[in-house]
Each structure stands twice: as structure tokens, then as C-alpha cells.
């Protein structure tokens, strides 16, 4: 495989159930409301660790990573990481400027017509997403961005999930490609629960009864 098709991501099968919950640690008070661990954290992070290589081999001296909030959080947080922790370790370091910018296209689950943009006036080279799906979303910030006429733009997201007209075309940097899986965890929610998880993990039939509004 070559490098640009090693950035489009680990590719999560169909039939993938995940891992056990007894495999690993969580907040107790999730144990009815999740089904299995999708993508262990220790697993995330050695991903997003390699997507920050990637992004030191295709800039030269600065960028600033716009953050998607709230889902981006974390994966915005540890790719910056990472990026500064490659930069001492090496002959080259990029200046790294972050700022936030919130969208929201979900209700429950499912994926609403109205998307609101709420940020920064000052965007530019780079910007992490945590999720990419049907692309409606990532094109409308594209064409949001594009308005400040940045130099150069490239998107990272850490799922993109696997559905007719996919954006993977539109994400330069992917950490996994996964089926059309509803996932929770990693600062990914629903109705703003299960951010606390560290890993990423499927929601279950109880859980969406139980924080659905």
C-alpha cells in the first residue's frame, strides 16, 4: 500500500463486534449502555500518533489546527500532542496555532437537515474533525473555511464511516474507516453523554432509550 492510501485509514470490517466490555476498564454507570469496545483507546492513540507523522511530512514550518467541537476535542488535543512530541524529538518542529469552531448537524442519532456553525474568525491551514460520514457536514464547513482564503487546507478525522457517498475524498489524514456504526466515547456522544469514555464503543439499545430526547 502506498503512503497517501496508508492516510485513508485502518479499515474496520463489516462484521466487526468489538471487544468484550470485561476486556477492559469504563465509568460503571455505562455497563447497560454500551454493547461491546469498538476501538480501544491504546489503539486511537498509536493511530493518531502515526496521523501526526503524516502531518510532519506534508508542512513545512507552521499550521494552525481548527478544532471541531465538542466531538473533536480529544482528537484535536492528542494529535497536537503528538505533533509537538514529534517536533523535540527531531530536527523539525512546527509552530502550531489551535483554534475551535463548534458544529452541530445530530439529534439522537441520526443526522439532522440544519447544521450551525458557531467560531473563529481566523481560520486556516488545518482543522481535525472526529467523525466524516455522509460528507454534508464536512463540505458545509469546507465552504465556510474557504471564505478566509487560507493558504492551504487539509482535514483530519479521526471515522469515517463506510455509506453511500462516503468523504473519505474529502479527508486527507483518516484514523479508521469503520462500518455505518453508531459510536459513543472518545469525546463522541450522544445527547452529550458518553464523552467520558476513553474508548470508543458501540451504544446499545438501552442506552439510546435512555438519553434519547
Known sequence: MDNAGMKKGIVIKDD???????????PE?????????YIPHGVIMNRVERLARYVMDDFE????????LKGGYK???????FLKVLGRNSNKYL?????????????????TEELHIIGS??????????IVDTG???????????????KMVKVSGLLVKRVPNMA??????VGFEIPNQFVVGYALDYNEHFRDLNHICVISKTGKMKYKV
Open 16 to 26: 466487526w463486534p468489538g471487544y468484550s466490555l470485561d476486556l477492559f476498564t469504563y
Open 29 to 37: 454507570h455505562y455497563h447497560e449502555d454500551i454493547e461491546s469496545v
Open 61 to 68: 514550518d507552521n499550521i494552525m489546527v481548527l478544532c471541531v
Open 75 to 81: 482528537f484535536c488535543a492528542d494529535l497536537v500532542e
Open 95 to 111: 509552530e502550531t496555532r489551535v483554534e475551535f469552531i463548534r458544529l452541530k448537524s445530530y439529534q439522537n442519532d441520526q443526522s
Open 121 to 130: 474568525r481566523d481560520l486556516s491551514f488545518l482543522r481535525g474533525k472526529a
Open 136 to 150: 454534508k457536514t464536512m463540505k458545509a464547513l469546507l465552504k465556510h473555511v474557504e471564505t478566509f482564503e487560507p
Open 168 to 173: 473519505d475524498s474529502l479527508t486527507d489524514y
